[in-house]
């Protein structure tokens, strides 16, 4: 396999990060294993001004880490019920033949149609729609309807609808089907009037809802909306099960940084249930459209369920395989410093730091300078137990986002040791802590590599390696 000597001339394009070389790139969508590969689908538009209709562009890989891009998987019916673009939903193997479910959009209509296509070539291409599921009656008070996502459980199919009524409940309808052709709703399966506080907001209604089981237990991912605001952040909506139920939930955030939304879920794998998301940008639309390129899928993440509710998220094993020779540090003169000069724009850093050390200590601070005045800093504070990643200094244009994001990291207060792996690729910070929380954020240097890494607020007892990483994404 070899990456796409397209992609060279921009540094902030990602290597390792699955999307196109060109185009606009939002929801990863109906992940699944067939044929001895894994398939992934998302929303594309091959122009970034989002002028053409969205297709389904696909890619597929062996091991969940190296992928090879191929021709959009779906593309809408022009006399169809998605003529003006198809839309997120999941996808189900039944038989050999991958079944699609996802929304139709038509401009004129008040509601994204739950739509069904099937795959008789392995997951490459899909014939003509059909709706499955009656659009809801005016008289639910329902005001948006979108994004179905199928799974079967005891014997019967299960689809989630997000939605949301005109009083700013947001809510998964539940539907269930023996044959994946007659649909039966069953009612909410799980809903939220609007709620918010200071670090997250329920929205006005859901998308891209997602249900992972986890034993009694589950956890329904929803992507808050608001209608007038737009997209905010994925929510992990937990509670235990009943039949038709979720009950007793809680409500937490997926990601704490700035620009991951419309999770994806693939239920069942060798690592366990795994979600992907799509990076949001973090500039003006403008300067996108002048790139022509927006938008790409995060890292695969394997994910477990906390004891308190917490969707705890961890890169896959596999992505180890990406590093190259370990790069060398230069130490300073202080101990408690060090220096890797010279990276590429596609690095990983993973750093295991004595966490019981006293709340009089600095700050550990990891600063990415990327060229003059230019830097993007993550700190891990030994004083509150927070966590940040810092953008405001991270670019000269204006045009990019800035903005410092923090989250509650236990592994802080605890004894023993703080995990953080760090990844880099060109425009796109993730961050991953040893207790499961994880932030993903955009940034855009104007200055091309080599840039250093500059650490502080070290002890003897840790540890920091780095490793560039090689290119995962190749054109088929």
């Not at 139920?245 to 991951?260: A, I, Y």
């Amino acid at each position: 396999m070899t990456s796409d000597p397209a992609r060279a001339g921009d540094h902030r394009l990602p290597r390792y990060h699955v999307r196109p070389r060109t185009g606009y790139v939002n929801d990863p969508n109906g992940p699944l294993y067939v044929d001895s590969r894994w398939h992934l689908y998302f929303q594309y538009t091959h122009d970034t001004p989002r002028r053409g209709a969205v297709v389904w562009g696909h890619a597929s890989s062996a091991d969940l880490v190296r992928w090879r891009l191929h021709r959009p998987a779906m593309s809408p019916d022009p006399s169809g019920a998605d003529r003006d673009g198809c839309w997120s939903g999941n996808t189900v193997l039944i038989d050999g033949e991958v079944t699609a479910f996802y929304s139709g959009y038509r401009r004129e209509h008040p509601y994204q149609s739950v739509l069904s296509a099937t795959s008789v070539d392995g997951g490459n291409s899909f014939g003509p729609p059909r709706q499955v599921v009656a659009d809801p009656d005016p008289s639910d008070g329902v005001v948006v309807f979108r994004d179905p996502f199928v799974w079967r459980e005891a014997g019967v199919w299960l689809m989630v609808v997000g939605a949301g009524d005109a009083a700013d409940r947001a809510s998964a309808r539940l539907y269930e089907s023996a044959d994946l052709q007659s649909w039966k709703y069953r009612g909410p399966f799980a809903e939220l009037p609007r709620t918010r506080s200071d670090d997250l907001d329920s929205g006005q209604m859901w998308e891209c809802p997602q249900f992972i089981a986890f034993g009694q237990r589950g956890c329904l991912l929803v992507a808050a909306y608001d209608v007038s605001g737009g997209i905010m952040h994925v929510l992990a909506v937990t509670g235990e099960r009943d039949e038709f139920r979720l009950r007793d939930t809680t409500l937490s955030r997926v990601d704490d940084g700035s620009n991951f939304y419309a999770a994806s879920a693939l239920r069942e794998s060798d690592v366990g249930p795994v979600i992907w998301g799509w990076a949001t940008e973090g500039r003006s639309a403008d300067w996108a459209a002048e790139d022509d390129w927006s938008g790409m899928l995060t890292l695969p993440r394997s994910v477990s369920l906390t004891d308190d509710g917490r969707l705890a998220s961890a890169p896959l094993p596999g992505l180890t395989s990406l590093r190259e020779a370990a790069a060398g540090a230069r130490t300073g003169t202080d101990e408690g410093r060090r220096t890797f000069r010279g990276l590429p724009a596609q690095f990983e850093a993973e750093l295991l730091l004595a966490a019981h050390r006293g709340t009089d200590l600095e700050p550990t601070r990891l600063s990415l300078r990327c060229g003059p005045e230019e830097r993007l800093d993550v700190a891990a504070d030994w004083r509150t137990g927070r966590v940040t990643v810092d953008r405001d200094r991270a670019s000269r244009d204006p045009r990019a986002h800035g903005g410092s994001y923090s989250f509650d990291e236990p592994q802080i207060s605890a004894s023993g040791t703080l995990a953080l792996r760090w990844f880099v690729d060109g425009s796109i910070s993730e961050l991953f802590t040893g207790s499961g929380r994880c932030s993903t954020v955009r940034f855009y240097p104007t200055s091309p590599p080599p840039w250093d890494l500059e650490l502080s607020g070290l002890t003897s007892d840790d540890s920091v390696e780095v490793w560039p990483l090689s290119a995962a994404v190749a054109t088929g």
